[in-house]
């Protein structure tokens, strides 16, 4: 079965960074996309961060600069690196996995591309 478990989230002032981390199982990790996803609290669940097999990585304006999507295949997780941490980007924090799209990186941004979801880890920005 596929496994998506996430860690990392914490509280934390405005300013501050974090790291979270994602691992997975039961699927060839290193042929799949991945994202990172937030849902706030009455909000929809929105894209912070993609990367695909090669690399390629797609974030929306409102984190570009701040966060950084990696993947370490040979420990089967994914990271996001948050700096910066404005209360604006409270939320839970979700990772995904699916097979990759054929066009590349840009529809890794949309959670309606992927299948496969974690149960979430909580970030607190205040």
């Known amino acids: 079965d596929v496994q998506l478990v996430e860690s990392g989230g914490d509280s934390v002032q405005a300013g501050g960074s974090l790291r979270l981390s994602c691992v997975a199982s039961?699927?060839?990790?290193?042929?799949?996309?991945m994202g990172w996803f937030r849902q706030a609290p009455g909000k929809e669940r929105e894209g912070v961060a993609a990367?695909?097999?090669?690399?390629?990585?797609n974030y929306p304006n409102s984190v570009k600069g701040r966060f950084t999507i990696s993947k370490d295949n040979a420990k089967n997780t994914l990271y996001l690196q948050m700096n910066s941490l404005k209360p604006e980007d409270t939320a839970m924090y979700y990772c995904?996995?699916?097979?990759?799209?054929?066009?590349?990186?840009?529809?890794?941004?949309?959670?309606?591309?992927?299948?496969?979801w974690g149960q979430g880890t909580q970030v607190t920005v205040s």
């Open positions: 995904a996995a699916d097979s990759c799209p054929p066009t590349g990186p840009a529809p890794l941004i949309t959670p309606a591309y992927f299948f496969y």
């Open positions: 039961g699927f060839p990790f290193s042929t799949y996309c």
């Open positions: 990367i695909d097999t090669e690399g390629r990585t």
